[in-house]
C-alpha cells in the first residue's frame, strides 16, 4: 500500500490548473523513481500473469497512453502495480500541441476533456527515457511505445511519420501502437476509413516484417481506435486489421461525444472526453471488435475504468487487458490495485 493516501493529495492537485498538476505530478514522480522516496505511491503488484499477442503480462492493468507523453516515468509509474505502461504518443519531431488551457476537469462525471494535441519532446529524447527505464521492466513489466504523426505532416503523407516512429521505436518496444484516434490532430481520425487504413497498415506491416526479420525478435503492433464509430465501420476496421496481419486492437480513444455531460461546467470544450462518460462507448466497440474478430484476436479494453467492476465489465466485454488513465487521476494508485485483484479473481 502506498504510503501517502490519494485522499490527502488529490485536494491540492484538483486546486490547481489540470495540466499543471498533470506536468507537477509527472516532474515529481520522474525525480523521486528508483529512490527510497518512491515508497510514497508504490505497492505491490498483484501477480495474475496471463499471455496476449505472445507477451507473458504479469496481469492484466495497464495505463494507458497520453498520461506519460515523454516515457520520462515507466519506473515510477509501474511501481503502482501496472502490468504494463504504454507511453507516447510520439511523433518524429517536437512539438508543443495546441493552445493552453487545452485540459479540463468534469469532476460531476469523473471526466477529464483535452485537446492536448501530440505534444511531445520528439521521438529522439522519448527513445532516450524509455532506454534510461530500468526497475520496471527489471521486474518483468512490459513497455508499450505508441506513434502517431506531427500535425505539421500533411495527412495524405502521414504514413511517413508512422514509418519513422515504427523505425525508431522498434528496438525499444514490448508492443507497439499506431494511434489513429486522437481527435485532437487534424484529420488524423480519417486515417480509421477502409482505403487509408488498409494503406497505412499494410505499409506499416511490411517495414515490421523486415524489422523483425533483421534483428531476429518478434515485436506486436496493435492500432487505437476511436468509440465513435458506427458498427458497419468497426466491422470494416476489423476485416482490415486482420487482412493485414495486425497483432491487436486497442478500443478506445477519446470520445468526441458530449451527450452525458451536457450541462456541466466545460462540456463545451474542444477536444476528446474521457473518464465515466466513455465506458459504456468504449465497451460497445469492445463486443462489436470481439463479434467480428473472434475469440482469439487481442484486444485491449480502456476507457472509463474506475473500479474494479469497471475493469471486469471491459473483460466481460470481450477485452483480454485493460488500460487506466482518466480513473488513476480520479481515484489515485489504489485503484490499480484494485482492478488487478478483481481481474484475478475473474
Known amino acids: 500500500m502506498s504510503l501517502v493516501p490519494y485522499a490527502l493529495t488529490r485536494p491540492f492537485l484538483f486546486g490547481l490548473d489540470p495540466e499543471h498538476a498533470h506536468e507537477l505530478t509527472l516532474g515529481a514522480i520522474a525525480r523521486l523513481q528508483n529512490t527510497p522516496a518512491q515508497c510514497i505511491w508504490s505497492q505491490a503488484r498483484i501477480a495474475d500473469p496471463v499471455t496476449v499477442a505472445g507477451l507473458k503480462f504479469p496481469n492484466r492493468i495497464g495505463l494507458a497512453a497520453g498520461l506519460d507523453k515523454n516515457g520520462r516515468c515507466i519506473d515510477g509509474l509501474g511501481a503502482m502495480g501496472f502490468g504494463f505502461i504504454e507511453v507516447g504518443t510520439v511523433t518524429p519531431k517536437g512539438q508543443p500541441g495546441n493552445e493552453k488551457p487545452r485540459m479540463f476537469r468534469l469532476p ?3 471526466a477529464l476533456i483535452n485537446r492536448l494535441g501530440f505534444n511531445n519532446e520528439g521521438l529522439a529524447a522519448f527513445l532516450a527515457n524509455v532506454q534510461r527505464a530500468r526497475s520496471f521492466r527489471a521486474a518483468g513489466g512490459l513497455v508499450g511505445l505508441n ?6 505532416t500533411p495527412i495524405e503523407n502521414a504514413v511517413d511519420d508512422y514509418l519513422i516512429g515504427l523505425e525508431g521505436v522498434f528496438p525499444h518496444a514490448d508492443y507497439i501502437t499506431v494511434n489513429i484516434s486522437s481527435p485532437n490532430t487534424k484529420n488524423l481520425r480519417a486515417l480509421q476509413s477502409d482505403e487509408a487504413l488498409d494503406a497505412l497498415l499494410s505499409q506499416l506491416q511490411a517495414r515490421k516484417q523486415q524489422l523483425q526479420k533483421a534483428s531476429g525478435r518478434r515485436v506486436p503492433m496493435f492500432v487505437k481506435i476511436a468509440p465513435d464509430l458506427e458498427e458497419d465501420q468497426v466491422a470494416v476496421i476489423a476485416q482490415t486489421l486482420q487482412k493485414n496481419g495486425i497483432d491487436g486492437v486497442i ?10 455531460v451536457q450541462g456541466l461546467a466545460h462540456a463545451g470544450e474542444m477536444g476528446g472526453l474521457s473518464g465515466r462518460p466513455v465506458f459504456e462507448a468504449s465497451n460497445r466497440v469492445i463486443r462489436l471488435l470481439r463479434a467480428a ?3 482469439d484476436f ?3 479494453g480502456v476507457g472509463g475504468v474506475l473500479s474494479g467492476d469497471d475493469a471486469r465489465a471491459k473483460i466481460q466485454a470481450g477485452a483480454d487487458l485493460v488500460q487506466l488513465y482518466t480513473g488513476l487521476i480520479y481515484k489515485g494508485p ?12 475473474v
Do not use: M
Request: hydrophobic letters at 45%.
Open 293 to 295: 474478430l473472434g475469440k
Open 108 to 110: 460531476q462525471a469523473d
Open 251 to 260: 478500443a478506445t480513444n477519446t470520445t468526441i461525444s458530449r451527450d452525458a
Open 334 to 345: 489504489a485503484l490499480v490495485r484494485e482492478c488487478a485483484e478483481v481481474l484475478a479473481r
Open 298 to 300: 487481442p484486444i485491449i
Open 147 to 152: 506513434i502517431g504523426k506531427n500535425a505539421a
